[in-house]
């Protein structure tokens, strides 16, 4: 078990659900379209946002986004350690930064003081570009330069009296980034941020985050994460939560499962389980429906689903529950029958 480190009102580790995060792309030193984003991520779901704050004119307007945000933000500092004590002086309720670039020891202390101060989180957030070069000198470019960049950052924070730290060590290679946080996993009990860094466009960034979070997910490891995507970060928390949901750490919600469809299924099941699965977004207890094209593998395969419907043959359909059917349909009556079906079961439960 991780230890806990609260950022704000958001509990992170220590068996506390695991959170999602992700960063503003707006300009920081815009309120107005920074603060309708941060409104926007949380609306989707975000537990916590990040704002890359460059200077103290980004501070002046941060001082007003913290008062104004509904939820915990966290700055995003490089190079200048005086950034990071005027984040936590400002009421960020977590300081992300890299020790190898804010100045040493020295920055670290004085960093730690600020943050110990306000009762600020710190994340120690190194990147594959970003490995300590004595650790290279050490261990080369592996998963042990790069864990060892992140403890030596945390180990100058517990010399300074800090402890309240979050860690994360991405890298743009998936398996690059599961070893690095498997070895952290190892070694340490400071709770892990999870993330594969410049993970690219939409749909081969989906990808590489789904395999690397998803491996460590299954492991067991990880403690809050971010799914890097270039474009919209509001994409970015749809994309944590359904990987949250496909490792089954997330079981909260309706899962609806469907088969492939061959040349036995005599209706449209791709449009009905997109209607279902939109249809359910709503629910937020564990619950399984399938939506299956003929009775080859209809209620037999998907008896371990609560309900769904099952094909069975031109102008035939039946609706079962747990693996009995209860009621023969016209499946173009599909979605408003298993609509209901759902609504009544739901009800019961
Ligand atoms: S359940 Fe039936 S329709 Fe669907 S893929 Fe299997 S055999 Fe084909």
């Known amino acids: 078990m991780t230890r806990t480190v609260k950022a704000g009102t958001l509990s992170i580790g220590g068996g506390n659900p695991i959170s999602v995060q992700s960063m503003t792309n707006t300009d920081t030193a815009d309120f107005d379209a920074t603060l309708r984003q941060v409104g926007a991520l949380f609306d989707a779901g975000c537990d916590l946002v990040r704002l890359a704050v460059r200077d103290t004119a980004d501070i002046a307007v941060c001082k007003k986004l913290v008062k104004a945000s509904r939820g915990p933000l966290s700055a995003d500092i490089q190079f200048d350690y005086r950034l990071a004590v005027a984040a936590a002086d400002a009421g960020f309720s977590k300081v992300r930064f890299n020790p190898g670039n804010v100045g040493g020891e020295a920055g670290v202390r004085e960093i730690a003081a600020a943050c110990k101060a306000n009762g600020t989180a710190v994340r120690v957030g190194v990147n594959s570009g970003s490995i300590e070069r004595d650790m290279l000198d050490k261990y080369g470019y592996s998963d042990r330069a790069l864990a060892e960049s992140a403890l030596k950052g945390a180990r100058l924070l517990e010399k300074a009296g800090f402890t309240d730290t979050v860690l994360s060590a991405k890298a743009s290679s998936v398996k690059l980034t599961v070893d690095t946080y498997r070895y952290l996993r190892g070694v340490c009990d400071y709770p892990l941020h999870l993330g594969v860094t410049e993970s690219g466009a939409y749909a081969s960034g989906l990808l590489k985050s789904a395999v690397g979070l998803g491996a460590l997910l299954l492991d ?19 994309a944590g939560r359904a990987i949250l949901r496909a490792a089954g ?16 299924c005599r209706f449209d099941l791709n449009a009905l389980a997109e209607e279902i699965e939109r249809r359910t977004a709503h629910i937020k207890r ?57 609504e009544t079961y739901d009800e019961r439960m």
């Open 220 to 238: 067991g490891i990880g403690d809050t994460l971010r799914v890097s995507l270039s474009g919209d970060p509001v994409r970015e928390i749809g």
């Open 249 to 264: 750490v997330d079981t909260a919600y309706c899962e609806v499962i469907s088969c492939p469809t061959c040349a036995r």
């Open 286 to 342: 564990p619950l399984k429906v399938a939506v299956m094209g003929c009775a080859v593998n209809g209620p037999g395969e998907a008896k371990h689903a609560d309900l769904g419907v099952c094909g069975g043959g031109e102008g035939q359909a039946v609706l079962f529950v747990r693996g009995e059917v209860v009621k023969r349909i016209d499946p173009k009556d599909a979605a408003r029958e298993l609509m209901a079906l759902i």
